[in-house]
T-cell receptor, first 117, second 111 residues
Framework: DAGVIQSPRHEVTEMGQEVTLRCKPISGHDYLFWYRQTMMRGLELLIY????????DSGMPEDRFSAKMPNASFSTLKIQPSEPRDSAVYFCASSNRAHPSGANVLTFGAGSRLTVL | SQQGEEDPQALSIQEGENATMNCSYK?????LQWYRQNSGRGLVHLILIRSNEREKHSGRLRVTLDTSKKSSSLLITASRAADTASYFC???????????FGKGTKLSVIP
């Protein structure tokens, strides 16, 4: 398996533009998580899905952020309109509830570094 | 915020020395995990310790957990330059599946 695949790896955009980040989780994983990482706030959970259904979106900063998971192999995180304070690294991670440990062991993608000018 | 705290925030050691990082958390937990993040990369799972365990080993890694003090430590023995990275603890609260991450310890191992 190629692991969790995220695109784009880097995105530079201007304030007000729409940004779409993409994620392909590991095949067979039934949970998908979107995290945001900044120096000031560390890693923040934005939203997570179980079997393509959003379970908890309480970490989504505001209505400008939305996430979808139309099928088991694809998820998007959209920011519209983008603002400079959205600049961060956005990580997608997936996990399998049937992990031998019974715990939520995450496999992360390489991240999408977003810069909003 | 229920976010965990690691200390120190940064640690610089010579190759061959041991590195110890600590994590404190605020809630009851099911398990605690440690992840490593190399610069510009995603996080990688290192080791997991359950709430009913006190110590766990994996290669050069040793993790301890003290649930009465709500703290954990990660020891890396005989450090190598390749261990240079940021290390994060992460935990699930009782009854919860989502992970909360600490702010991390940045480890620099000098050759």
């Amino acid at each position: 398996d190629a692991g969790v695949i995220q695109s784009p790896r880097h995105e530079v955009t201007e304030m007000g533009q729409e940004v779409t980040l993409r994620c392909k989780p590991i095949s067979g994983h039934d949970y998908l998580f979107w995290y945001r990482q900044t120096m000031m706030r560390g890693l923040e959970l934005l939203i997570y899905f179980n079997n393509n259904v959003p379970i908890d979106d309480s970490g989504m900063p505001e209505d400008r952020f939305s996430a979808k998971m139309p099928n088991a192999s694809f998820s998007t995180l959209k920011i519209q309109p983008s603002e400079p304070r959205d600049s961060a690294v956005y990580f997608c991670a997936s996990s399998n509830r049937a992990h031998p440990s019974g715990a939520n062991v995450l496999t992360f993608g390489a991240g999408s570094r977003l810069t909003v000018l | 915020s229920q976010q965990g705290e690691e200390d120190p925030q940064a640690l610089s050691i010579q190759e061959g020395e041991n590195a110890t990082m600590n994590c404190s958390y605020k809630t009851s937990i099911n398990n605690l995990q440690w992840y490593r993040q190399n610069s510009g990369r995603g996080l990688v799972h290192l080791i997991l310790i359950r709430s009913n365990e006190r110590e766990k080993h994996s290669g050069r890694l040793r993790v301890t957990l003290d649930t009465s003090k709500k703290s954990s430590s990660l020891l890396i023995t005989a450090s190598r330059a390749a261990d240079t990275a940021s290390y994060f603890c992460a935990y699930s609260g009782a009854g919860s599946y989502q992970l909360t991450f600490g702010k991390g310890t940045k480890l620099s191992v000098i050759p």
